[in-house]
């Protein structure tokens, strides 16, 4: 499965993030939260330090796109497959600086890719 970095994730049920890290998980795929407030979805603790993970093969925005450049160096150096610019975060910046590194990037919605079987 595609492990996957959930940028913008969030302890509120109101918000996509966190169902996106839910369905993630309950499609199989090993999930890295990481948000600006620290707190818990899907059972796992969100992470506001920038972890360095390792084999993100996603990520998924949930950020929008005038809070991204301060995620830009981090998102980049995680060399990720692919990077899904979710609904009202698409960023033509971000996305050239992606392909630039030869980074796949999608404008797309991860709950829409996962309930179709196309993620």
């Known amino acids: ?3 996957t970095l959930v940028l913008g994730a969030t302890d509120n049920p109101a918000r996509y993030a966190y169902r996106a890290v839910h369905q993630l ?3 199989g795929h090993e999930v890295v939260p990481v948000g600006i407030r620290k707190g818990a979805v899907a059972g796992l ?3 506001n330090d920038r972890p360095a993970a390792e084999g993100v093969d996603t990520v998924t925005l ?3 796109p005038q809070n991204q450049p301060g ?3 981090y998102i980049l150096d995680l060399n990720p497959r692919r990077i899904i610019f ?3 975060t698409e960023n033509p910046v971000l996305e050239e600086l992606a ?3 030869g980074i796949q990037t999608e ?3 991860t709950l829409v890719m996962l309930s179709i079987g196309q993620y």
């Open 1 to 3: 499965m595609k492990k």
């Open 99 to 101: 392909q630039q590194r």
């Open 107 to 109: 404008e797309a919605c």
């Open 86 to 88: 979710n609904p009202g």
């Open 71 to 73: 995620w830009y160096d």
């Open 25 to 27: 998980k309950q499609h």
């Open 45 to 47: 603790e969100i992470r």
């Open 62 to 64: 949930y950020v929008g």
